[in-house]
């Protein structure tokens, strides 16, 4: 990560922030009706909205459905004015193929898909703005949203990542972080177990300085936790309210 001072000698970042603190973080769920889950999530300037369907019936070809669990299903687009980029085909495109993968192996380590054989979650999201975290920004939504559709999981999972400067772990990186082309470790967490969903590292780094980074993204992964945890909590309240219990 060469060029621009990604850290001071003060220890601050481009946007103020210490090493290991997050972006600011706002969410809330059932925000469409008409679907089974819903949710919206801002982390910092990314924005991502998560939908949820299911379980329901396979849809397509029976000979999809698995007798023992059910079959997950995740598809990602980004709005074509989710960045300074002009884009062709939001939808469908080889990263949005790998996104959807990288969230249908998150969530199938989530879910309790036993209880659901032969049939089908739906899982949709969309990044409205991205500047940076856009995989953890998904995961996280699209927890709040499986959560909304009243869908077991076997515990929250929650997604951050981070890079590594001047000797230093950074966590939740920003669109400037990211576009200075140092390591980057994606990270999402099932915090009461500490299990690890999925763990994706795109440059190469020292094995000296692994621990280090891996760390930085796991604490920042259980402070999304606490952060996430409030607002079911506070959905619930509300909801609570709403059928005068």
Known sequence: MAGLELLSDQGYRVDGRRAGELRKIQARMGVFA?????????????????????PHEIRGSRSRALPDRALVNCQYSSATFSTGERKRRPHGDRKSCEMGLQLRQTFEAA?????HPRSQIDIYVQVLQADGGTYAACVNAATLAVMDAGIPMRDFVCACSAGFVDGTALADLSHVEEAAGGPQLALALLPASGQIALLEMDA??????LEQVLDAAAQAARDVHTLLDHVVRQHVREASILLGD
């Open 111 to 115: 879910i309790l898909t036993q209880l």
């Open 204 to 209: 190469r780094l020292h094995e000296d300085h």
């Open 34 to 54: 008409q679907a089974d889950g819903s949710a919206y999530i801002e982390q910092g300037n990314t924005k991502a909205l998560a939908v949820v369907y299911g």
